[in-house]
């Protein structure tokens, strides 16, 4: 069996190193950088300053102005990925960076709803990872410090940073080199998808204050700003993905579209996310996946039905306490069922 899946994975690797690439044109940084933070889950360093990603001659400059960042980086990259497996455990689309565990079908060929999802997550991620590095001081170039004084009657917080969004915002929108993406129509695609990643941290941005004083009169308050836990921007984020938009390519080239001469403004809410083509059909692929309950099997397994087993998990029950100071538990088994796509 194992034997056997290997085989299946060098055939399709091989094939896709003949295949021609599907992806329109040249790549800007943007789309690169996200795809090589996506795709690489295993530590390869590489000469320049970004260490951990291929970086261009600007990116590299970026990661030698800002030490830190190339922790940053490897922050965001691990919890965009690990959020977006938790988030998609029980859809069709897993987060895999393939489609139907066909080699040849690469998220990253084309600009499929997966992919603008992806744009934003990782935009989404590496903002929230900023943000959350300027408060912690990991990341010392931040647009906040130094610029703590008085809010009204509010004393801010007078070390450190709050998380620090607009840095985040610039930092990302720079690294991924937004003003360079180009101004055809696939690149306002992108773009547009970066920023909705990037305003799903933003919308998550709350002041927390503090009193001082006495007995809680609040004479004085320490007030900075704080983001929301990364999880809560994918929820928003995952809503986005339902509700991509499919845009159409007017004046379709071979190469990445060309503008028309008179540039029309995409016509769209700023604040979807947008793709350009469909994706396949990923029922083949659900085959053995573990789903939640009657409804998600019905929906993941494509109507194929599902295998019901018994589990068992163990967990501590019947605390008490023992001698004054120690408690002690029983050992508890559950049973409990559980589902697999036939
Ligand atoms: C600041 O506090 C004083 C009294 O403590 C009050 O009169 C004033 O309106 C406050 N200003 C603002 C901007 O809240
Ligand atoms: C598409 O291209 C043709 C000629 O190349 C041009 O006449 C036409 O106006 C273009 N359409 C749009 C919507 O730009
Ligand atoms: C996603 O699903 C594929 C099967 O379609 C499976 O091989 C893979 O392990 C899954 N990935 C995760 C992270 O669950
Ligand atoms: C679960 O535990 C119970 C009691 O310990 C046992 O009878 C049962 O066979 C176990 N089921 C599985 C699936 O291991």
């Not at 959020?83 to 998220?107: G, H, V």
Request: contains cysteine; hydrophobic residues 35%.
């Amino acid at each position: 069996m194992f034997s056997c899946s290997v085989v299946y994975v060098l055939l399709f690797s091989t094939v896709s190193i003949i295949a021609t690439k599907n992806v329109e044109g040249s790549q800007p940084v943007l789309q690169k950088t996200v795809e090589e933070l996506f795709s690489k889950r295993s530590q390869i360093m590489y000469p320049g300053a970004c260490k951990t990603i291929r970086s261009s001659r600007r990116q590299t400059k970026i990661c030698s102005r800002n030490p830190g960042l190339v922790n940053v980086l490897e922050i965001a990259r691990t919890q965009a990925i690990n959020a977006c497996e938790e988030t998609f455990q029980y859809d069709r689309w897993n987060c895999s960076l393939i489609f139907n565990r066909n080699a040849k079908k690469r998220i990253f060929d084309k600009i499929y709803r997966e992919t603008a999802f992806v744009n934003a997550l990782m935009a989404a991620s590496i903002t929230h990872a900023v943000a959350k590095a300027c408060a912690s001081g990991d990341l010392t170039k931040c647009t906040c410090v130094g610029s703590f004084g008085k809010h009204g009657n509010l004393t801010w917080k007078n070390s450190g940073c709050g998380d620090d969004f607009k840095q985040g915002q610039r930092l990302t929108r720079n690294f991924l080199d937004l003003k360079h993406a180009g101004t055809d129509q696939i690149a306002e695609i992108l773009k547009q998808d970066v920023v909705v990643g990037i305003d799903a941290i933003g919308e998550q941005m709350r002041e927390v204050c503090k009193c001082h004083g006495f007995s809680g009169s609040c004479t004085t308050k320490t007030c900075w700003k704080r983001l929301g836990p990364f999880n809560s921007a994918l929820g928003v984020l995952k809503k986005q993905y339902h509700h991509a938009v499919k845009k159409k390519i007017v004046n379709y080239t071979s190469k990445r579209a060309i503008m028309p001469k008179v540039r029309k403004k995409l016509k769209v809410d700023r604040k979807q996310l947008l793709y350009l083509q469909k994706s396949p059909n990923l029922c083949a692929s659900t085959k053995g996946r573990v789903c939640r309950d009657r409804h998600n099997c019905a929906t993941l397994c494509c109507n194929r039905g599902y295998v019901t087993t018994k589990k068992n998990v163990t967990s501590r029950c019947r605390c008490k306490m023992v001698n004054c100071c120690f408690v002690q538990c029983d050992t508890c088994v559950e049973e409990f069922d559980h589902y697999t796509c036939k």
